[in-house]
C-alpha cells in the first residue's frame, strides 16, 4: 500500500467460484475503502486462494480523471527512485529499446518507483529468455538487459512512458511532462501483455 494512504473500512467475503490457478474453491475476497495520497477515494480489491497462493489485486479510483499521458526521462541513479502508479488500465513504455506492458484481463495495479518498472520488465525478459527457442530474439533480450543495467547505473538515459486512458495512473515528478491523451491515441491503447517489438 502507498505511503501515506489511509485505510477507511476493510470487508472480507468468500466468493464460490474455482481458483484460476488450480481450480481450488472457495476464493477468498477483500475490498478495503482507501484514501490514497493524489488520488482520492479509491477502493483496493484482492482476490485470494489460500490452497496454492494464487492472488490478484486491483485498485479502483472512484473519481473519473481524464486521460492521460506522463513522460520523463531518466537521466541519472537519481531518478529511479520517482514514484510510479500504474493502476490496472495503463500502458508503460520504454521506446529506446521497444518495449510496452500492457493492460490485460489479469492485470494488477501497482505503486512502484523507477528501478521497479524497470525490474518489472527484467523479470518478464528473463521469463521471455528461459522459453524462447529463437537464438536471435534471446540475443535481443541480452541487449535490452545490457540497456536496462546501464539506465539503472545511470550510464544510459531513457524515456519512460505511461499512458492512462481512465486517468488513474501517474509520475509523480516535476520531471515528469503531463498532458490529455488524444482521441486519436485513446483509440490506440491496446490490452494484452508485454510486447517486445523486433
Keep these: 500500500m502507498e505511503e501515506g494512504s489511509t485505510i477507511q473500512q476493510v470487508r472480507e467475503t468468500i466468493l464460490d467460484a474455482p481458483c484460476p490457478g488450480c481450480g481450488h474453491r472457495p476464493l477468498k475476497y477483500l475490498i478495503v475503502d482507501l484514501d490514497l495520497p493524489y488520488f482520492g477515494d479509491a477502493l483496493q480489491t484482492t482476490i485470494l486462494c489460500e490452497e496454492c497462493g494464487f492472488k490478484h489485486a486491483d485498485v479502483l479510483i472512484l473519481s473519473q480523471r481524464e486521460p492521460v499521458h506522463y513522460e520523463m526521462r531518466i537521466s541519472g541513479e537519481e531518478d529511479l527512485s520517482v514514484r510510479v502508479v500504474r493502476s490496472s488500465s495503463g500502458t508503460i513504455r520504454i521506446p529506446e529499446v521497444g518495449m510496452e506492458m500492457e493492460p490485460g484481463p489479469l492485470s494488477e495495479a501497482f505503486v512502484s518507483n523507477v528501478e521497479g518498472v524497470l525490474m518489472r520488465f527484467v523479470d518478464i525478459l528473463s521469463f ?13 533480450i ?3 538487459f545490457r540497456f536496462i543495467g546501464l539506465v539503472r547505473s545511470g550510464k544510459r538515459s531513457a ?6 486512458p481512465l486517468g488513474n495512473s501517474a509520475i509523480l515528478s516535476d520531471k515528469a511532462t503531463k498532458r490529455r491523451l488524444s482521441e486519436e491515441e485513446i483509440k490506440n ?3 494484452g501483455i508485454l510486447i517486445l517489438e523486433k
Design 159 to 164: 524515456t519512460l512512458v505511461l499512458e492512462d
Design 142 to 144: 541480452m541487449e535490452i
Design 189 to 191: 491503447l491496446k490490452t
Design 128 to 140: 521471455l529468455q528461459r522459453t524462447s527457442e529463437s537464438e536471435a530474439e534471446r540475443e535481443r
